[in-house]
Structure formats: structure tokens, C-alpha cells
């Protein structure tokens, strides 16, 4: 079975660190694209980062400069380090792959 399995959600005050994981099972992820998108109460799904097979980033303006996507693809995971949280930043992260395969999503919250 094919899934993709987000961690590392929670609660966070302003200012504060998230590191978000999401385990593949069922296939080899290194040589696809995979992402982080996120959606907020009332809002459409955005993309937040993106990363290629070759490891080339990408990010949304909105987090660049606080936010990092890497991948282990020994461990056939993709990760989020989310760093300056702001209130803002309030969403369900889904983790993606080749833009078809999604995670359940993982709660992150920002607030004091």
C-alpha cells in the first residue's frame, strides 16, 4: 500500500520551532518531486515548499528564509523545518508527492 504519513504537528507560541516529517511506504521517493502545501481554516491549498529529485528548492514568499525542505531518501522521508513561527503560519501541512499522492495532513498551530 502506498502512503505518505505526516508527523511533527502541534502547538507553538510566536517566535517558536516545528519540524514536520512525512514517511513514505510502498514506493521509493528519490526520484520524484515532493512538496509541503498547507491550508488554513477557510482558505485554498497552497504550496509552501517544494523540492526535486535533484534536491532544487523551492518556496512560497511567505516562509522564505524560515522554513527549509530537505529529504532523506535513505529513510524515504521528507522533512520541513519550520523556524520564526508566526500566527499566520496556522494550517493543516499535507505532504505531496509528484503532485498526485497526499498525506492525511498534520495540524500545526501558532499561538500564545
Known amino acids: 500500500q502506498v502512503q505518505l504519513v505526516e508527523s511533527g504537528g502541534g502547538l507553538v507560541q510566536p517566535g517558536g520551532s516545528l519540524r514536520l516529517s512525512c514517511a513514505a511506504s510502498?514506493?521509493?521517493?528519490?526520484?520524484?518531486?515532493m512538496g509541503w502545501y498547507r491550508q488554513a481554516p477557510g482558505k485554498q491549498r497552497e504550496l509552501v515548499a517544494r523540492i526535486t529529485a535533484g534536491g532544487t528548492t523551492n518556496y512560497a514568499d511567505s516562509v522564505k528564509g524560515r522554513f527549509t525542505i530537505s529529504r532523506d531518501n535513505a529513510k524515504n522521508t521528507l522533512y520541513l523545518q519550520m523556524n520564526s513561527l508566526k500566527p499566520e503560519d496556522t494550517a493543516v501541512y499535507y505532504c505531496n508527492l509528484n503532485t498526485v499522492l497526499w498525506g492525511q495532513g498534520t495540524q500545526v498551530t501558532v499561538s500564545s
Open positions: 510502498g514506493i521509493i521517493v528519490r526520484v520524484f518531486p
